[in-house]
């Protein structure tokens, strides 16, 4: 791609944006597009379409909207559902009004059947209902992927949704009510060893599996998608590493990161959500594809940043 290109970033402050603008600023691209929630608010559709007339972005990743883990999506799914819905068409309109060349929509794993076939693959998504617990949140990724579909088959556009599973890294959210699994277990189980706590109490039974891929090798997927021939390319595409843990191993692994010497409790009595989430990137990695990051090392850099970033978090 000509590095004079511009590309807009929705939610550059994000866990995955801020990656994407990371991985574009070190290849060399001059012309990133960034505005945060208090210039431009996504789900207002005049500000979008004013803000794609004004900026005439060539290519448009969008990873903004509203996230977050299994307590949020049970108290606000209206929420959910609402803000994601809007956003996505906000962008996906004005983007094939100004003639963007290229658009990233990022959905995720959870729009996947509860009960579907392991590794999952891309021909499975609407077999089946997602996992309850995700459902208002599943069901807005899903809509945002029928919109690239049918923007494509109406007007030519390429708008390509992408499903990563669970990604990590900096710039996450840590909140243990709204953040997702990783990063709230690492601030649940950082904040025990600060309180000398001899247990910490988590969720569940620690029995569901989870894969995880580190934000930056999520960063270069993408960018591959887009310097590829995308006209004739079999969309969605899965990202996903392989590195797959149940919630039980990968609370002893980030006990282990953090130094933690007390004693990890389950409390069975609250949702687990799906029992296993592993997806098949076949696709993707025909591009040319592979994660670079091993889980431990991002893992570290992950509890690194975290500790460096939160002023109540350092030792």
């Known amino acids: 791609m000509n590095k004079d290109i511009k590309i807009y970033i929705a939610g550059h402050r994000g866990l995955i944006g801020s990656a994407i603008y990371s991985e574009c600023h070190s290849r060399g691209y001059r012309n990133l597009i960034v505005k945060d929630h208090r210039e431009l608010d996504l789900t207002?559709?005049?500000?979008?379409?004013?803000?794609f007339e004004n900026n005439r972005p060539d290519y448009v990743f969008l990873a903004a909207g509203k996230v977050g883990g299994i307590i949020q999506n049970q108290e606000t799914p209206a929420d959910f559902l609402t803000e994601n819905l809007k956003i996505q068409l906000n962008v996906i309109e004005s983007a094939q009004k100004f003639s963007v060349k290229k658009l990233i929509l990022f959905g995720s794993s959870c729009m996947y059947p509860r009960e579907c076939l392991q590794a999952m693959s891309e021909d499975m998504l609407l077999t089946a209902k997602p996992e309850p617990t995700s459902l208002p949140y599943a069901t807005a990724k899903l809509?945002?992927?029928?919109?690239?579909?049918?923007?494509?088959?109406?007007?030519?556009?390429?708008?390509?949704?992408?499903?990563?599973?669970?990604v990590f890294g900096p710039f996450d959210n840590f909140d243990p009510k709204s953040g997702h699994v990783l990063s709230a277990l690492i601030r649940r189980?950082?904040?025990?060893?600060?309180?000398?706590?001899?247990?910490?109490?988590?969720?569940?039974?620690?029995?569901?599996?989870?894969?995880?891929?580190?934000?930056?090798?999520?960063?270069?997927?993408?960018?591959?998608?887009?310097?590829?021939?995308?006209?004739?390319?079999?969309v969605p595409l899965n990202i996903s590493s392989g590195d797959e843990y149940?919630?039980?191993?990968?609370?002893?692994?980030?006990?282990?990161?953090?130094?933690?010497?007390?004693?990890?409790?389950?409390?069975t009595s609250k949702p687990d959500g799906a029992p296993r989430k592993l997806l098949d990137s076949t696709r993707l990695r025909k591009l040319g594809w592979q994660p670079e990051t091993s889980f431990l090392d991002g893992l570290k850099e992950t509890y690194r940043w975290y500790k460096e970033s939160y002023s109540d978090a350092s030792d």
Not at 44 to 51: G, L, N, P, R, Y
Not at 149 to 166: E, M
Not at 211 to 232: G, N, R
């Open 44 to 51: 207002d559709s005049h500000a979008v379409e004013t803000f």
């Open 143 to 166: 809509a945002g992927l029928q919109l690239c579909d049918a923007f494509n088959r109406q007007y030519g556009t390429q708008f390509i949704s992408v499903i990563p599973n669970s």
């Open 189 to 234: 189980i950082h904040e025990a060893k600060q309180q000398q706590l001899p247990y910490v109490e988590l969720w569940g039974t620690g029995s569901p599996r989870r894969e995880f891929v580190f934000s930056s090798d999520v960063a270069k997927a993408v960018l591959t998608i887009m310097a590829s021939d995308t006209e004739q390319l079999e």
């Open 246 to 267: 149940s919630i039980k191993e990968l609370s002893e692994m980030i006990q282990a990161t953090v130094g933690y010497d007390g004693e990890i409790r389950w409390d």
